[in-house]
């Protein structure tokens, strides 16, 4: 047999496997049921408009040994549970069984009666709303804060605004620098005329930005991700694993116009952290008064976030007590790979303890 023919024979043979592959992979998916979004127990212990704010409980009925609450802040782009997949890939699970008494906000999904929130209003009105509620629930003037992503930034604004309501602050995969060489996010923003964006659209749909995330990586993210599907969905436990992974990067909010358009002009164009711009509301943000100790985890790997988009952060700030802790993965490998649960949990908690 002609080379040719063998080629064409192995061709055959690939894609006859690919489609036996393929079907049972269909077979599989008929099996699974909902999928369940956010899988540790919690109670809602605020309301206001869309936003809630969670308290978690540990399932295995620890009590926290560690003093201070921690309160997660997210991002506003997609959804928190994203920290609480599936028990075994969970940030929030692995933090409890570390001690930690762990509070999240759940932003919500906007709609067209937020278009008009500013960064003001998410920082400070509901967030600090937030941070007051936990700091008389345990009776404390201060709080561990973890803002993670672009809640990292909102995190940093709110600790620079109200220094003497956290008492460690820790950020996670969060932007500071947003113009270094290799961020391609900011170089594709940059140009945009967000003012005629939000004047036209009111609210930013998530769909939109989603889709502008996956273009960062199309070959990966878009292509080679669903050849690779048919060895996900081999069994019901890898396909519902695939599965939540799919409804979380698809599950993405709106974004309120007018705090999309501020973000935008004062992050992304202004580079407002490195050039002393950054506002919000009519204050301006020195990071000279985040003194407090500061914890900064960042992703090796992280295309949203480029390392040196984080690592700018420690020459920034007036704080004597920084530490990085850097991960080797990328920016959703950080919450939910088995890697990220051996380090970075573990880290966290040994970090705060030392100042408890």
Known sequence: MSDSSLKSAAI???????????????????????????????DAIYEEDKLKLFHYKSPSGKHPIQPVPLLIVYALVNRPYMTDLQPDRSLIRSLLDKGLDVYLIDWGYPDRSDRC???????????DRCVDIVRRRHDRDNINILGICQGGSFSVCYASLHPDKVKNLI?????????????????????????????TLG???????????????????????????????????SARNFMRMEKWIFDSPDQAGETFREFVKIFFQGNGFVNGTARVGSTPIDLNNLTMPLLNVYAGQDHLVPPDASRALRDLTGTGDYTEL????????????SKARKTVPPTIAEWLAERA
């Open 326 to 337: 850097e991960f080797d993965g990328g920016h959703i490998g950080i919450y939910v790979s």
């Open 203 to 237: 609210n930013v749909p998530g769909e939109l930005l989603n889709w502008t995330f996956l273009a960062l990586k199309p070959f990966q993210l878009m292509g080679r991700k669903y050849v690779d599907m048919v060895d996900a969905l081999a069994d019901e436990t």
């Open 117 to 127: 929130l500013t960064m003001d209003d998410y920082i400070n009105g509901y967030l």
């Open 171 to 199: 950020t996670m995969v969060t932007p500071v620098d947003f113009q270094t060489a290799d961020n391609m996010l900011s170089h594709w923003t940059r140009d945009v005329d967000v003012d005629l964006l939000v004047d």
């Open 12 to 42: 055959n043979e690939e894609l006859s496997e690919f489609a036996r592959k393929l079907g049972a992979g269909f077979e599989t998916l008929k099996k699974l049921d909902g999928l369940d979004s956010g899988v540790t127990p919690r």
